[in-house]
Structure formats: structure tokens, C-alpha cells
């Protein structure tokens, strides 16, 4: 939610701004704006509603000159509509002084009360030109900059990543975090700040992770870190894994499609160093049994997309950990008296690692002195500093708001993080068909991705039209089916619903009329012949009463062949896999539908991809 990037150095920082903000226009589409200071200390700014491109025609038809500091920001709208006057950067001390921030202060309404008292007057809706006003009149009180914006956020409450500079000071951007994300960029005689390394990764991959109320000052040649007391602390070093090309499109025609594609590698890269010997053993755990062995229970919680993996690693994590796992999804957790301890694992899911709701169930968790380990996709993110363990998914960097290859790299850690349990504690003596399925996984993704494309395309554009679909799944199949709904609802605007295909005579079934659309998500006959003909005699239910059945199944089942009126068709696999597999069709329906009713795939309506508020 929000982009953020600041920039101090000896190169004119509109368009390092500007290609920043395009790298971080994922978390949030609906204005941006950016501010540069030059050398005799003019502040210029400009900002506009819409996505980045009516700020750059309009940089284009009047550019704002050659000033090395500067600050940009791309908006996900929380208080106050999308509009010129609400995007950021907000100015105060007689537009002397720009802010931008991410994130929601809480009181902001009591310290627009106080300013308004004294007879401060605000152009905008937002809470961050409140927190502007403050930094103004903080400044014109101690002529400090970097003493008034501690004393600042010092009074702000809620979450908030602030960055801020002044005309007075050319070369120094002043930046500060609370639960919501910023990392330094370190380059050669100059330095930037960013709501992720996507910000600055096309000019360098050295980076330093900010810890939660730290305060940074960038100049040119110099980096300082302080918590908000002013104390000096030490910022984590990381280099950053990937380089700019991962980021871009590279000649696909969305951000998604290519994601899509890079499946099999995702998948490949998450599993690579991970076994050891034909054992699953992921070297980030070493020393850690402790955590595996000492617990009776395990909570995995995400949101969205990474809460149905989490599902799928219920069902491998018990199965091969024999631990009881539940699924909760974060923003529910905390609301309520969770009976956690020390017994307790809490396993969070994220592939930002920022999304406030997770983050937030994982303090929760720790504070309640249960054990905490998270699977992420993204280093030096919040959620994983705030865990004792990580597992990193390796799926590189992800740009299209809706999840695909971060999806199936989570199950895959999910699969490897319940084999490396099964093996701590001794529930698993043998793991080897399972090491032999996950290390084909990749494979078997790359065939459904080139034998069913085109065949699911052509189904997607034949259903253009369509107003509704259903999603049907069992076991396994049943977290698909919820993805599957999420995935054509978020990019495609269709209504979609997954169901257990068990609950269906609970009610659901009453939705089916002649002509509606239910793919359903067929377990293999091989794991369990009696799961697979209970799923069979739901398609005969739902079939008997009209409905259009495309069936996602294994190759060589025969069974669902009279009951189906389209079959997609997924290699062989054992049955914690298939979830991986039978994803991946359901990923190009949404894409594809989305594609013909015209619509936009990476940058669906009203969504952000990083969701940094609660
Ligand atoms: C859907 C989607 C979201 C995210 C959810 C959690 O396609 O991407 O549902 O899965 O917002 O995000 P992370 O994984 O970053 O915590």
C-alpha cells in the first residue's frame, strides 16, 4: 500500500524518482507525485491522480528541473479519495517542507485539531499533510530538521513510513518506519530510500533493512540510522538476490503472464539447497529442532492467496509431522483470546512479508510467548525479522498484484518446512517418494504450462460472457478451489466462489441452474479411491441439475469423462503436489477471461499488492 522511494545524490532525480515509483506501482496505482530540491535550494512539485502515467505526461509537457534530492509516491488512497489534492507529496512550512508517507496515523484527527487551533489551514483530506504541518512547525521551533522530525514521530500513533525533506537542506532526505516498510539502497556517492529494493535495484543491490521506530538520514556520502530517541543503531547489510531484469516485463504482455510462466523455475529455485542426502533439510533451520520438537500445536497464518497454501500445509505438515495444524487467517487471530504459548508454533505466510495483518498476528503470537517462523518471499522485510526462523521462498521478485508463482513456491516451502518436521520429529522414516516428487515438480509444472495453455485460453475466451463461476474441491483440492474463485474474482471482476465440494448439499448447490460453469478440482484415484468417487459423485450432483463442469484431473482418469464438458488435464503426482499442479490452469482462466473482457491483469481495480494497513 503506498510506494515510497527517496533519492540523494549527484544525478537529477526526477526520473531515478520516476522509474522507482514505476517499480513500486504494484503497491498502489491510484495517484503519485513526486518533489526535488536543487542546488539553490528550489522545491518543485507535482502530482496527479491516476496511475504513474499522468504524472510522467504531465513531467513530460513541463518537467521539473535538475534538483539531486527529491522523493516520489505512488498512492493506495486511505483517508481521502484519489484525487491531485490528496495525492503526496503534502507540503507545509510555506511549501518549503514536502512529505510522503505510507501507512495511517491513527491520531491524526486530534493533531489536526491542535494545528487547526493555532490556526493551521489543510488543502487535503489526508493524515499525512497533518503529519507535514507538525514537521513545519516542529522545524520553524528548533531550526533542526532532523530534531523535529524525531520529535514528530515521536507523537505520531498508528503505522507509518515517513520520508521528508526541506529546501534548506539540498542533499538530506529524512526517513523514519513504523510497521510499514522501508530499506536503504547504498550507492557510490549517492544513497536512496525505498518502500522495497524494487526502488532502487536498477542502480545498486547493496542494501540495509531498517528496524521497526528507526529514524535514517541519507546525504549523498553518508547513511545515519537512530531509533526515535536519536540513539545510533546498526542497520542489517543484505544484498539484494536479483537484479533489475527480473522486474521487468520482458516482452510478456503482463507482469502476471510472465509470472505465471516462471512457475517451474520458482518452484525449482525454493527447492534447490534443501536437500540433503534424499532428505528434505533446510539449512536456515539448522540448530532449531528445538522449535519442531517442543510444540503440540501448529497455527499457520496469512491472508488471501497465501492463507490457501497455508491450508495445503495443513494437510502435508500433519500428515507427515503429525502435529495438529490450524489455519487462521490474521486478521481474525488476534481479535480474539487464541490459546497459544510455548507449545504453540505460528507459522506465518507472506510473500511481501508487510502485509500489516500477518505482521500484526505475528507480534501478537510472540508476545503471547509462542514460537514464531515465516515463509516469505521478500529479504529484509518486516515479518521475517519479527520471527524467530525464516524460511525464504525463492521465487523472486512478484509485480502483478495477483499471486501466482508466490503461491506455489509457499506450498513448496510449506511441503518442505512439514518434511524437515517430519524428519526432526522422527514421524517420517522415510521420505524419499516424496523428496522424488518434490524435486519433479518443476518439470511437471513446465508440462501443464505448454500442453494446457492454449486449451484453457480458448475455454476462458468462449466464457466471456460468463457472469458466475463456481469452483468445487476436495482435500487438497479444496484450498485450489478457493484460489481459483480469488484469482478470477480479483483480475476478471466475475463473481467466483470455491466450495468443499462436500458442502455443496449444504446448501451451494441450490446456486447450480442450467449453463452454470463449476470446475472442479478431481484428486487422483491412486491416494484415495474413496476421496476421488466422492468427488465423482459431486460432479454426477451438480451435473444431473445443468451445470457446465470443466474438470481439472489427472492424466489417464476415465472416470469424469461422461460427467465433463471440458478436461484439463495435470501430470501424475502424489497427492500433497497436485496442488501446485492443478493451480496453474486455473491461473491462466482468470488471466485469460481477464485479458478478453480488456481489463487491466497486473493492476486490478481498488487492490494494492502490498497491504500495509489493517
Ligand atoms: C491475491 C493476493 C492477496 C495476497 C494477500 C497476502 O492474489 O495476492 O490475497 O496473497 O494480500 O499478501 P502477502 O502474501 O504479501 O502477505
Redesign the pocket.
Known amino acids: 500500500m503506498c510506494g515510497i522511494v527517496g533519492y540523494v545524490g549527484p544525478r537529477p532525480s526526477q526520473d531515478i524518482l520516476l522509474a522507482g515509483l514505476a517499480r513500486l506501482e504494484y503497491r498502489g496505482y491510484d495517484s503519485a507525485g513526486i518533489a526535488v530540491i536543487d542546488e539553490s535550494g528550489e522545491l518543485g512539485m507535482r502530482k496527479k491522480a491516476g496511475k504513474l502515467k499522468e504524472l510522467r505526461d504531465s513531467l513530460a509537457t513541463a518537467a521539473l528541473g535538475d534538483g539531486t534530492t527529491g522523493i516520489g509516491h505512488t498512492r493506495w488512497a486511505t483517508h481521502g479519495g484519489p484525487t491531485d489534492v490528496n495525492a503526496h507529496p503534502h507540503l507545509a512550512d510555506d511549501d518549503r517542507l514536502a512529505v510522503i508517507h505510507n501507512g495511517i496515523i491513527e491520531n491524526f484527527a486530534a493533531l489536526r485539531d491542535e494545528l487547526a487551533a493555532e490556526g493551521v489551514t489543510f488543502r487535503s483530506e489526508t493524515d499525512t499533510e497533518v503529519a507535514a504541518a507538525l514537521l513545519g512547525r516542529e522545524y520553524r521551533r528548533t531550526g533542526d530538521l532532523q530534531q523535529a522530525f524525531r520529535d514528530v514521530v515521536n507523537r505520531l500513533e498508528g503505522a507509518f513510513t515517513l520520508l521528508a525533506m526541506h529546501k534548506d537542506h539540498p542533499g538530506l532526505v529524512v526517513g523514519a518506519r513504523r510497521n510499514s516498510p522501508l530499506v536503504i539502497g547504498l550507492g557510490e556517492g549517492e544513497n536512496f530510500l525505498g518502500s522495497d529494493v524494487a526502488a532502487f535495484v536498477e542502480h545498486t543491490r547493496k542494501a540495509l533493512a531498517i528496524g521497526q521506530d528507526q529514524i535514517v538520514a541519507i546525504t549523498p556520502s553518508e547513511v545515519t540510522v537512530t531509533d526515535f530517541d536519536g540513539n545510533p543503531v546498526e542497520a542489517a547489510p543484505f544484498d539484494v538476490s536479483w537484479d533489475a531484469a527480473a522486474a521487468e516485463k520482458g516482452g510478456w504482455s503482463s507482469f502476471m503472464a510472465k509470472e505465471v510462466a516462471e512457475q517451474p523455475e520458482a518452484v525449482g529455485n525454493t527447492i534447490r539447497g534443501r536437500i540433503k542426502d534424499g532428505q528434505v533439510v533446510i539449512p536456515e533451520l539448522d540448530g532449531m529442532d528445538e522449535l519442531f520438537t517442543g510444540i503440540r500445536r501448529v497455527i499457520i497464518t496469512?491472508?488471501?492467496?497465501?492463507?490457501y497454501a497455508a491450508l495445503v500445509g495443513k494437510y502435508a505438515i500433519e500428515q507427515w509431522a503429525r502435529v495438529p495444524v490450524d489455519v487462521e487467517l490474521a486478521h481474525e487471530f488476534r481479535y480474539r483470546d487464541p490459546v497459544i504459548g510455548d507449545d504453540t508454533l505460528v507459522v506465518s505466510?507472506?510473500?511481501?512479508?508487510?502485509?500489516m495483518d500477518?505482521l500484526m498476528a505475528v507480534k501478537y503470537a510472540r508476545e503471547r510467548g509462542a514460537r514464531t517462523l515465516s515463509i516469505c518471499?521478500t529479504q529484509g522485510a518486516t515479518i521475517p525479522r519479527e520471527s524467530d526462523a525464516v524460511v525464504y521462498t525463492h521465487a523472486g521478485p512478484e509485480v502483478a498484484?495477483?499471486?501466482t508463482k508466490?503461491?506455489s513456491a509457499q506450498i513448496t516451502a510449506l511441503l518442505l518446512l512439514g518434511l524437515h518436521m517430519g524428519r526432526v520429529r522422527a514421524t517420517l522414516s522415510d521420505a524419499s517418494a516424496e523428496v522424488a516428487e518434490l524435486a519433479a515438480l518443476p518439470e511437471k509444472i513446465a508440462t501443464v504450462l505448454s500442453e494446457e495453455h492454449d486449451h484453457v485460453e480458448q475455454l476462458a475466451h468462449w466464457m466471456a460472457d460468463t457472469r458466475s463461476v463456481l469452483f468445487l474441491g476436495r482435500h487438497v483440492g479444496f484450498p485450489i478451489a478457493l484460489e481459483g474463485a480469488?484469482?478470477l474474482k480479483?483480475i476478471s471482476y466475475i463473481h467466483a466462489e470455491g466450495f468443499a465440494a462436500g458442502e455443496l448439499k449444504h446448501g451451494p448447490i441450490a446456486l447450480i441452474e442450467p449453463g452454470q460453469p463449476v470446475f472442479v478440482i478431481v484428486p487422483s484415484p491412486r491416494h484415495s479411491a474413496l476421496i476421488h468417487s466422492k468427488v465423482v459423485s459431486n460432479i454426477q450432483e451438480i451435473r444431473a441439475r445443468g451445470a457446465r463442469v470443466i474438470v481439472v484431473a489427472e492424466e489417464g482418469d476415465a472416470a469424469v469423462l461422461p460427467y465433463a464438458d471440458e478436461v484439463i488435464r495435470i501430470p501424475l503426482a502424489g497427492a500433497m503436489f497436485e496442488p501446485v499442479l492443478a493451480v496453474v490452469p486455473l491461473q491462466i482462466f482468470a488471466m485469460a477471461l481477464a485479458t478478453a473482457k480488456g481489463l487491466d491483469v497486473d493492476q486490478p481495480r481498488n487492490l494494492a499488492?502490498?497491504?500495509t494497513v489493517e
Open positions: 496469512a491472508c488471501g492467496t497465501a492463507s505466510i507472506s510473500q511481501s512479508g508487510e502485509t500477518t518471499n498484484v495477483a499471486s508466490a503461491f480469488l484469482k480479483e499488492k502490498s497491504v
